[in-house]
């Protein structure tokens, strides 16, 4: 049976509100979100949930949303003291355990964000991401392969590029990942995030967005396969991965290529 009318419940047995929802206060600081997202972005959610004082979710804040700003904003200034309430997306999507797959996935197209929350039973809020998609698509049996994904352009950066350059492309082409031009290193806005908390100090004392990508970010690798793996296989791997992220021959695969892959008719559950 395809999953697309399958519920969350059924497609997540055992995990589906499994990973708590990470919240942030909406009166805290820049800084002190993306110190979080350093940390949980890709691995663990994709997103934080921004509450009132009574930790009632109003609204939720990824690395989008921060590296947007810094280009309205790329001074200590906005780190310091912009609020998160102040630059979060009110969009918060909240759907329920009985939700199916095929509504997840289109608000997840309408919004470009892989994140929603479920409301659990201990009366808090269980985070629903790209990497929960890696976990369905795991148990799946099908054979649609790497191949035959939709082909999407290949967005690459260079060495000498600037900072600036590099935060603009990722705006222009809505992705959070670039590939170095003729290599499987990549950059994300989550290596970008910690270079400017880590290595740069929230802007206080450089002009971070004038360096050369190759002066101020360190790069990742992305895995490289050579056989033209079936999506339940790929997903099995990308789900053990920390950052996800796949080069095959001339294509790359994220996240979320995969939740948009589970919209097939040739995607079938196991459980």
């Known amino acids: ?37 350093i940390h949980y972005l890709e691995s663990f959610t994709d997103s934080l949930v921004v509450t009132e004082k009574d930790e009632k979710p109003i609204g939720v804040i990824g690395g989008k949303d921060i590296i947007e700003n810094i280009l309205k904003n790329p001074s200590s200034d906005f780190f310091d003291n912009v609020t998160v309430e102040q630059i979060a997306d009110d969009n918060l999507v909240i759907f329920s355990e009985q939700t199916i ?39 799946c049996v099908t054979d649609l392969t790497i191949s035959e994904l939709a082909k999407k352009e290949v967005i690459t950066f260079e060495k000498g590029d600037t900072i600036n350059g590099i935060i603009d492309l990722m705006l222009e082409k809505n992705t959070r990942k670039l590939l170095l031009k003729n290599t499987n290193y990549f950059i994300s806005d989550r290596l970008l995030l910690q270079s400017v908390a880590q290595e740069f100090d929230f802007f206080r004392n450089t002009k971070f967005l004038e360096l050369r990508v190759e002066e101020s970010l360190k790069f990742e690798e992305a895995k490289k396969i050579s056989k033209n793996l079936n999506l339940a296989e790929l997903s099995k791997i990308m789900y053990s991965m920390l950052h996800p992220y796949v080069v095959y021959q001339d294509q790359v695969v994220t996240p979320w290529d995969i939740c948009m892959a589970l919209q097939s008719d040739r995607m079938e559950f196991l459980g």
Do not use: C, H
């Not at 999953?3 to 990973?19: G, Y």
């Open 1 to 37: 049976m395809s999953i697309i009318n399958k519920s969350l419940k059924d497609l997540l047995p055992l995990s589906f509100s499994s990973t708590p929802a990470v919240s942030i206060r909406k009166e805290n600081k820049v800084w002190v979100a993306t110190s979080m997202l």
């Open 101 to 139: 797959l095929k509504d997840l996935l289109e608000k997840w197209k309408q919004t470009r964000r892989a994140f929603s929350i479920i409301p659990n039973t201990l009366g808090g809020y269980s985070a629903i991401s790209a990497r929960k998609m890696l976990e369905i698509g795991a148990n």
